[in-house]
């Protein structure tokens, strides 16, 4: 068995189209733009992998990271909704005969939801934009080796 540990630092608030916050008033795509008030996050993971048989290798892993913006910056991020903060995954891969494999995968996000604090300009009507999210993604592929 093989186990993986990662921490990640994440730095989007030196990109200004990212970090910038969303109530800006100058023109979208300039310095001073408005973007996603995003800021720097960590992100932790852990992994495991067991090769169970010499055909079949099974995975699984989880990862946390915390919230990139707060619930004043919800309007603009209805664009990237991104208020996932933990997803587990799980895997296996079978190998054929002559470097062939089959890959199936599957990811879980668990839902997150951030409420709206003033997230709506006042020139575009005002209130709170809320954002909700959660996620499943499988995945099969096969492969082989050229020789």
């Known amino acids: 068995m093989t186990a993986l540990l990662d921490v990640e630092r994440i730095l989007y ?68 909704p991104a208020v996932v903060q933990n997803h587990v995954t799980v895997g296996a891969t079978w190998s054929l005969q002559n470097g062939k494999d089959i890959n199936v995968n599957y990811l879980h996000a668990f839902g997150e939801t951030l409420n709206g604090i003033s997230s709506i300009p006042p020139n575009a009507g005002g209130g709170n934009a809320n954002l909700s999210m959660y996620q ?12």
């Open 13 to 80: 608030g030196g990109v200004k189209s990212i970090a910038n916050s969303g109530s800006n008033q100058a023109l979208l795509g300039s310095d001073n733009g408005p973007g996603f008030g995003w800021h720097d996050i960590t992100a932790e993971k852990v992994g495991l992998s067991y090769r169970a048989s010499r055909a079949l290798t099974l995975r699984g892993g989880y990862n946390h990271s915390g919230a990139p913006f707060d619930g004043s910056q919800n309007f603009f991020n209805l664009l990237a």
């Open 136 to 147: 499943n993604a499988v995945g099969v592929s096969f492969g082989w080796a050229r020789k």
